[in-house]
């Protein structure tokens, strides 16, 4: 592995130069007309976009950086299985919010993760529609658009805004959870809202916006930048059962302090999402 593969100061300049152009692509094409075709199901969305994001950020990282290794949404939809090792690994969300990118609803993402060690070491994810930047690097903090951002600390329940998504699965059982889940949780807190992007809804905790993010059901690279994000933030992230966030086990929870994560925990019916990452 050369030196330059390991110059994380490079790394992160590159990604944000690449983030950048992938991003007006994105903002130039969120009105019009997009060529969409079906993943697993007629929820589960692939438009040419997410394909030529992927692309060029695959194909200009693997330029400058030869041995680092890929996780990406577009590579795993073609049958190509996740594995997570030691070795510099770009995990990456080319559109995160893909359903709502083809309605032209404006909440849609670039999500970028480099994790080494199985540990994040950088991210980004950046809305281009309203120019909504958030970055993070191990050890020095979380940013919106340059400017440092906290978790807003919330520790009671009652007082927090929850962010979560249904997801593409239309399983009888993640239904009847989801449901079920709600149910239980519109009553404890004070809000609830689903903004149709993973990655998004992780940075509004660590904006101080929100409260609490969870969700069962989003992939490694929906959260693989989020996950720095938030913590970087003041945050804390974890599995929603309260062990540790384990990216590959597609289950996720984001929260401003561990003491609102903690109370919310205890209302949750469990559901674990088949298959894994891994």
């Given at each position: 592995m ?7 100061d490079?790394?992160?300049?590159t ?55 890929f ?72 940013f ?10 919330e ?105 609102v994560?903690?109370?919310?925990i ?13």
């Amino acid at each position: 592995m050369g030196t330059l593969d390991r110059d994380w100061d490079l790394c992160f300049d590159t990604i944000n130069k690449l983030v950048d152009e992938a991003g007006k692509i994105i903002a130039s094409r969120n009105s019009g007309p997009k060529t969409v075709s079906e993943k697993s199901d007629d929820i589960d969305l692939l438009t040419e976009t997410d394909q030529q994001v992927e692309k060029l950020l695959v194909d200009n990282l693997h330029e400058k950086f030869p041995s680092h290794k890929f996780i990406g949404e577009e590579a795993f939809g073609e049958g190509h299985r996740s594995q997570l090792t030691d070795d510099p690994t770009w995990i990456i969300d080319p559109v995160d919010g893909t359903m709502n990118f083809v309605h032209g609803f404006p909440q849609s993402c670039v999500s970028v993760g480099l994790w080494v060690n199985k540990s994040p070491e950088m991210a980004i994810v950046f809305n281009p529609v309203f120019n909504q930047k958030f970055t993070a690097r191990r050890g020095q903090g979380a940013f919106f658009n340059g400017q440092r951002i906290h978790v807003s600390g919330e520790k009671c329940l009652k007082k927090a805004l929850i962010t979560t998504e249904f997801g593409t699965s239309r399983e009888p059982e993640k239904v009847r959870v989801t449901l079920e889940n709600l149910a239980k949780i519109v009553p404890a807190v004070h809000g609830i809202r689903v903004t149709g992007s993973a990655a998004l809804n992780m940075c509004m905790v660590a904006q101080g916006v929100a409260d609490l993010n969870f969700e069962f059901g989003p992939h490694a690279w929906d959260m693989a930048a989020g996950d720095l994000i938030v913590r970087e933030a003041g945050g804390v992230t974890m599995d929603p059962s309260g062990g540790p966030l384990d990216i590959m086990s597609r289950r996720v929870l984001a929260a401003s302090s561990r003491e609102v994560a903690e109370d919310f925990i205890k209302l949750l019916t469990q559901f674990y999402p088949q298959p894994r990452d891994d």
